[in-house]
């Protein structure tokens, strides 16, 4: 399976950008997929994580309100609409699947990554 993130870029305090990540080599219509980010000198950390029939989503305190997955299964794709980003949002941002059990905010518990996508917002 791979995941290749897309989308990310430099933008604007306040502006909005959209993230994919699109998944060959499986079909993951029945996976969790979710969003990790990594500031400089942080350790990863959860954004969403959205349960294989989306019918439940995790959150990250940090971008609860602002931040919306979305998933097409018919693509394998799934998206991260970001709103309303500011500097702190800056990071590396990763694309997973599967979960594996656990806390979905470990990051040891899910399977697949993609290879990440710089955001950098500048105040």
């Known amino acids: 399976v791979q995941l290749q993130a897309s989308g990310g870029g430099l933008v604007q305090a306040g502006d909005s950008l959209r993230l994919s990540c699109a998944a060959s080599?499986?079909?993951?219509?029945?996976?969790?997929m979710g969003w990790f980010r990594q500031a400089p000198g942080k350790e990863r950390e959860l954004i969403v994580a959205s349960r294989g029939s989306a019918s439940s989503t995790d959150y990250g305190g940090s971008v609860q309100g602002r931040f919306t997955i979305s998933r097409d299964d018919a693509k394998n794709t799934i998206y991260l609409q970001m709103d309303s980003l500011n500097s702190e949002d800056t990071a590396v941002y990763y694309c997973?699947?599967?979960?594996?059990?656990?806390?979905?905010?470990?990051?040891?518990?899910?399977?697949?990554w993609g290879q990440g996508t710089l955001v950098t917002v500048s105040s």
């Open positions: 080599g499986r079909d993951l219509s029945t996976y969790s």
């Open positions: 997973v699947a599967h979960f594996t059990g656990g806390s979905t905010s470990d990051a040891s518990a899910w399977y697949y």
